[in-house]
């Protein structure tokens, strides 16, 4: 079964604005990734925080974890139609392999120019 | 090189038919994985590879065999598929376990219809 549960499935903005999508999982992790996926294309990584960590950047992203409530957000500042994407979360188990990911059913976001 | 390569980039098949898809990293990778995605559906796990081993098979049909001939290639051999196994096949790899935190680098897929 599907570990984790993005939200919203669909995601709608106008260039410039920020997109948030959070992601919610049933189990303890290891840590906690973020993919983009152009539209039938293989999935690119963005961003990994683990499982003792609470907030991370790159660039325009900004991923937080909070582990008491087993949820992550992913927010995209100053959004580009080029972001125009789904986005999907995945999990890596603790107590095993972290090589095992279990991705969440994704958010499709469109930036409109 | 972060590069995952994947051939062909389409395949049509019939149902009686035998063929296979290839992957191929250069990253010193020992995890190397096969996904299954439908379409607006995330992608399904299908095997590990780990150190050129099969170390997960997630319950797939007989119908699919993957083989993994060195550290840097992976095959799923394909035969007798039906037409609900046309979906995208996603290739990814990882350095592998015993690694404290794993990234994914997916190739670009082999989108398949099976008609």
């Known amino acids: 079964s599907q570990q984790g549960e993005e939200d919203p499935q669909a995601l709608s903005i106008q260039e410039g604005e920020n997109a948030t999508m959070n992601c919610s999982y049933k189990t303890s992790i290891n840590n906690l990734q973020w993919y983009r996926q152009n539209s039938g294309r293989g999935l690119v990584h963005l961003i990994l925080i683990r499982s003792n960590e609470r907030e991370k950047h790159s660039g325009r992203l900004r991923v937080t974890l909070d582990t008491s409530k087993k949820s992550s957000s992913l927010l995209i500042t100053a959004s580009r139609a080029a972001d125009t994407a789904s986005y999907f979360c995945a999990t890596g188990p603790s107590g095993a392999g972290s090589y095992q990911l279990t991705f969440g059913k994704g958010t499709k976001l469109s930036v409109i120019p | ?115």
């Not at chain 2, 096969?34 to 119908?63: C, D, G, T």
């Not at chain 2, 350095?95 to 190739?107: E, L, R, S, W």
């Open chain 2, 1 to 115: 090189d972060t590069e995952v390569t994947q051939t062909p980039k389409h395949l049509v098949m019939g149902m009686t038919n035998k063929k296979s898809l290839k992957c191929e990293q250069h990253m010193g990778h020992r995890a190397m994985y096969w996904y299954k995605q439908k379409a607006k559906k995330p992608p399904e796990l299908m095997f590990v590879y780990s150190y050129e081993k099969l170390s997960i098979n997630e319950s797939v049909p007989s119908r699919f065999s993957p083989e993994c001939p060195n550290s840097s290639l992976l095959n799923l051999h394909l035969h007798a598929l039906q037409p609900e196994d046309s979906a995208l096949y996603l290739c990814a790899s990882s350095q592998g376990p015993g690694t404290a935190t794993d990234t994914q680098y997916f190739g670009p897929g082999t989108r398949l219809t099976v008609l």
